[in-house]
């Protein structure tokens, strides 16, 4: 029988968010280490810059190709089962990509690769949602994500190192190793908690109505937009910081490293911020709108504010304090997101976030290619900020215009009272 998040036996869901905190780094480390890993990747078979760029695509195209499904599978068939078919495909993928020596089935593994880690941050908020307490949400999803900044600032420290000691291939099966122990801890230690109810025993005409309103709910949908908004912020971050300094400041390697750990240290302290200060306003008010929606559209119009300047400085010092402080801002209300899903959909909670970090996704896709396209036509960075800052700028006019923070009404026929 499932636990009661709400009973004195409660405290295990400090070990779901430490398990949500961890697999959310492992997720990110093994995401990110192709980045340190280019040059020998090239070398080893034989291929250009513009082929490892379709490795980057390869891999977004099978995230985004299951995040929505995944969260139907969720709220379905439980975390537990779900997450530990995700993280055991995706680490076995990973260790697989270390022994590949042709390109299209390297190419193909990363696809597989990113349809595990699709699960990933579905699966996260539907576990949270399930055994964390609703005046502490905010604070749990914030804490677990963390694992990603923490991921993009230790990831020169540890990721570069590793590749020089081992080889590239050879980090890859460590780094897949450690995913697959994780994995197995994971389904050993792991229980389904008490969810909003199974959507599998609910009337036809309930579960019908429920998704067509998440589907069509302007909330929903206006989040998605500002999440794929932020997702531009990340995978620029992500993709371009290091070439930005280095090729318009002309930074050397190691200080390009040390200089683009600050978005993600200041991110790190941000983060928790926003979590906290949601659920204390959550608390206060019992409303969506003012506790999730007004801190997203606040803090994405920070970051529009101190990238506007990126464009004009003179000095490579504060090019990186505001480039550091607009990713920061921009990521400072990442749990908001999440928590809207589980504020409006309770039931469809795993589904509501995989249509949002489907959008997610979508803008790992586009930004890298978009962001260098517009470099090279027009010789620098400065319309590629441009752009950046009109992708957020209208993340948060959606926001404010169609973000009501109402929960989805219900018709009728669904209500034995109605």
């Given amino acids: ?28 480390l093994d995401r990110v280490v ?43 068939f439980g975390v537990k089962t779900v997450w530990s078919v995700g993280l055991i495909a995706w680490s076995l993928t990973m260790i697989a990509q270390g022994f590949v020596e042709v390109f299209w089935m390297f190419m193909a593994l990363r696809v597989l690769m990113g349809v595990g880690e699709g699960v990933n941050f579905p699966a996260m908020n539907r576990a949270l949602v399930d055994w964390m307490r609703p005046t502490e ?64 025993k609910e009337p036809p005409a309930a579960r019908a109505d429920r998704l067509v309103d998440l589907l069509r709910h302007p909330t929903l ?39 683009s750990t600050l978005p993600w240290a200041i991110a790190l302290v941000l983060m928790p911020i926003g979590g906290w200060l949601s659920d204390a306003i959550m608390t206060r008010t019992g409303r969506t709108r003012t506790a999730r929606v007004h801190l997203i559209w606040i803090c994405q119009l920070l ?8 464009m004009f400085v003179g000095s490579v010092t504060w ?12 990521m400072a209300p990442n749990s908001p997101y999440y928590s809207i899903c589980a504020d409006l959909f309770p039931k469809r909670t795993g589904m509501a976030t995989g249509v949002i970090v489907t959008f997610f996704s979508l803008s790992g896709i586009v930004c890298p290619w978009i962001t260098g396209w517009i470099a090279d036509v027009a010789g620098g960075f400065g319309p590629a900020f441009a752009t950046l800052c009109v992708v957020v700028g209208s993340g948060v006019l959606g926001m404010l215009i169609f973000a009501t923070g109402e929960p989805p009404a219900r018709r009728a026929s669904t209500d034995p009272a109605g």
């Avoid at 968010?17 to 780094?25: D, I, K, P, R, S």
């Avoid at 090019?319 to 921009?330: D, E, H, K, M, Y």
Wanted: charged share 10%.
């Fill in 1 to 28: 029988m499932p636990a009661d998040p709400t009973s004195p036996a409660s405290s295990f869901r400090f070990v779901v968010a430490a398990f949500c905190f961890v697999l959310g780094l492992i997720n990110y």
């Fill in 319 to 330: 090019a990186v304090i505001f480039v550091s402080l607009a990713i920061g801002c921009s």
């Fill in 303 to 310: 970051a529009v504010l101190f990238f506007i300047p990126v």
């Fill in 34 to 76: 192709i980045s340190f890993a280019i040059e020998p990747i090239e070398h080893d078979f034989a291929i250009t810059d513009a082929s490892f760029g379709l490795l980057m695509s390869a891999f977004a195209v099978g995230t985004v190709s299951v995040n929505a499904l995944a969260g139907h599978l969720l709220d379905r």
């Fill in 221 to 259: 949908l206006a989040t998605g937009w500002s999440f794929f908004a932020f997702g531009w912020v990340l995978f620029f971050g992500l993709s371009w910081l290091p070439g930005y300094l280095e090729q318009t400041w002309k930074m050397d390697l190691k200080s390009v490293g040390w200089s």
């Fill in 137 to 200: 949400l905010g604070r749990a999803i914030s804490f677990s994500l963390l694992g990603v900044p923490l991921a993009l600032l230790l990831g020169g420290v540890t990721l570069a190192p590793l590749i020089l000691w081992l080889g590239w291939r050879w980090s890859f099966v460590v780094l897949g190793g450690l995913g697959l122990l994780l994995g197995l801890a994971f389904l050993a230690v792991y229980r389904d908690g008490v969810t909003g109810g199974d959507p599998s």
